[in-house]
């Protein structure tokens, strides 16, 4: 039976709720058991959380192994003209020559000389106003002064600089 010192002890400790072992709040211990008990406190769920936060963050600003140095081709075609509206908040270029361009079309970036740094697809297509905008983004194999990117079949190719935040119109 809990003396009023243990109920007191209980109540009133650092350790109240917390760490404490049930064999340690039992009734059928004697209350000068208690004076040797090492009381550990549990760690709190929010630490777990910090610790989680802090190694994300050393990750991506450690790349995650991979190189700093690594362009990623990302950007928007928007089509102007004639373009279909898939009635979903989607779209695809229309009956004209841009019919092919939409979710899922090829795209390919490569350096001033020819060679392929890199292929993805249109990951996004969006209508907005009269327009389609087809957005992608990939990571290239490596740099260039000035890149090509070519979408599907397309014999037109546009040149740009800047492969990180590209912005062509076809119409």
């Not at 917390?18 to 929010?46: E, K």
């Not at 002064?145 to 935040?165: E, G, L, P, R």
Request: hydrophobic residues 35%; charged residues 15%.
């Amino acid at each position: 039976m809990r003396t009023p010192e243990l109920n007191q002890l209980a109540t009133s400790t650092p350790a109240a709720g917390r760490g404490v072992t049930d064999s340690m709040r039992s009734t059928t211990q004697d209350p000068a058991d208690y004076s040797s008990a090492t009381w550990t406190p549990t760690r709190p769920r929010h630490t777990a959380l910090a610790a989680v936060c802090i190694a994300i963050g050393a990750l991506a600003a450690a790349g995650c192994g991979g190189s700093q140095n690594t362009p990623v081709a990302a950007g928007t075609l928007t089509l102007t003209g004639d373009v279909a509206d898939l009635g979903d908040g989607t779209c695809k270029g229309g009956t004209d020559s841009n019919g092919d361009l939409q979710l899922g079309t090829q795209v390919v970036v490569m350096d001033a000389a020819g060679k392929i740094l890199g292929t993805g697809n249109v990951d996004r297509a969006t209508k907005v106003s009269m327009t389609c905008e087809l957005h992608f983004s990939f990571p290239l194999s490596g740099a260039s002064d000035n890149y090509q990117i070519a979408f599907s079949q397309h014999s037109q190719k546009a040149i740009v600089q800047d492969i990180s935040n590209v912005n062509l119109t076809f119409g």
